[in-house]
Nanobody, 118 residues
């Protein structure tokens, strides 16, 4: 069983930066994909970024490309989402998630609030 715990959210001004962390307990195997999603008030949850645990290959939503960077530390079972040039529209609860290849995300963290003021 994989458990995910996010941290690093907070309040930041537009143009600022935050780094979110997602620590995974339990064994993360090489066939896992770790992802970040976000949900703003009144909106559906949307994909932000994902990383292959084995290869480190990343994918990003168009809305965050060039501003967000996703990385992993295999030794710490942790993924990091570095968020730069933040915009008010990035305000949301950010969720870490995990899945195995070719499957749906079935492990979710509790979420961390990110608020970007204009």
């Amino acid at each position: 069983q994989v458990q995910l715990v996010e941290s690093g959210g907070g309040l930041v001004q537009a143009g600022g930066s935050l780094r979110l962390s997602c620590a995974a307990s339990g064994r993360i195997f090489n066939n896992y994909v770790m992802g970040w999603f976000r949900q703003a008030p009144g909106k559906e949850r949307e994909f932000v970024a994902a990383i292959s645990w084995s290869t480190g290959i990343t994918t990003y939503a168009d809305s965050v490309k060039g501003r967000f960077t996703l990385s992993r530390d295999s030794g710490k079972n942790t993924v990091y989402l570095q968020m730069n040039s933040l915009k008010p529209e990035d305000t949301a609860v950010y969720y870490c998630a995990a899945r195995v290849l070719a499957a749906e995300y079935n492990h979710w963290g509790q979420g961390t609030q990110v608020t970007v003021s204009s």
